[in-house]
């Protein structure tokens, strides 16, 4: 079955610290994968993708992913952490069973909490 | 360019009382998803639909409908409404690509009681 993880509920970082929020998945064939961002009572918002290429994902507000195949990983990085990054952060990938439907399967969401 | 919205923002019903609620996207996307967060669960699926007419079950559809009458509304309905639908519900629209990201509306808040 396919599925996506993301072990941690809460990251607490400190404001100018990096951080990192941590996503594995588990499906057959090459991963298409997904990170959104959902700020307190407002809807998901796309951050960045894997489908191919460079394992080094950049996307919105400076936030970057790595893929890893060997660990099946795509982690999610920011090399100086904002408190304005303080959000819930959810990991997808798509559903590869799914057909021509582009479902995504979503992670249980990380709670990122940046001090200041 | 508004992308995904939809109506209400909130609703409070009693138990055994229906609902709509209406998503629209103006991105001329073809395919439109309806899911439902709760605590500690992210996001499940509850039905979804690859073009105006048609609809598929997702992972809990159990209790509610949806139609796709038109290509940019997708409507979820629930017809006799329990405490368990007390939740936080997403309309997303997706473009027809293998790499299209889900765009995703501002949720309504339904607490039935």
């Not at chain 1, 992913?65 to 100086?80: G, I, Y």
């Not at chain 1, 959000?87 to 909490?113: E, S």
């Not at chain 2, 992308?3 to 409070?12: A, N, Y």
């Not at chain 2, 997702?58 to 509610?64: I, Q, S």
Request: glycine share 10%; with cysteine.
């Amino acid at each position: 079955a396919q599925s996506v993880a993301q072990p941690e509920d809460q990251v607490n970082v400190a404001e100018g610290n990096p951080l990192t929020v941590k996503c594995t998945y588990s499906v057959s064939g090459n991963p298409y994968l997904f990170w959104y961002v959902q700020y307190p009572n407002r809807g998901l918002q796309f951050l960045l993708k894997y489908i191919t290429g460079d394992n080094l994902v950049k996307g919105s507000y400076g936030f970057e992913a790595e893929f890893n195949k060997s660990q099946t990983s795509f982690h999610l990085k920011k090399p100086s952490a904002l408190v304005s990054d303080s959000a819930l952060y959810f990991c997808a990938v798509r559903d590869l069973y799914g057909g021509a439907t582009n479902k995504l399967i979503f992670g249980t969401g990380t709670l990122l909490a940046v001090q200041p | 360019n508004a992308g995904v919205t939809q109506t209400p923002k909130f609703r409070v019903l009693k138990t055994g009382q229906s609902m709509t609620l209406l998503c629209a996207q103006d991105m001329n996307h073809e395919y439109m998803y309806w899911y439902r967060q709760d605590p500690g669960m992210g996001l499940r699926l509850i039905h979804y639909s690859v073009g105006e007419g048609t609809t598929a079950k997702g992972e809990v559809p159990d209790g509610y409908n949806v139609s796709r009458l038109k290509k940019q509304n997708f409507l979820l309905g629930l017809e006799s409404a329990a405490p368990s639908q007390t939740s936080v519900y997403f309309c997303a629209s997706s473009g027809t690509g293998l790499s299209y990201e889900q765009y995703f509306g501002p949720g309504t808040r339904l607490t039935v009681t």
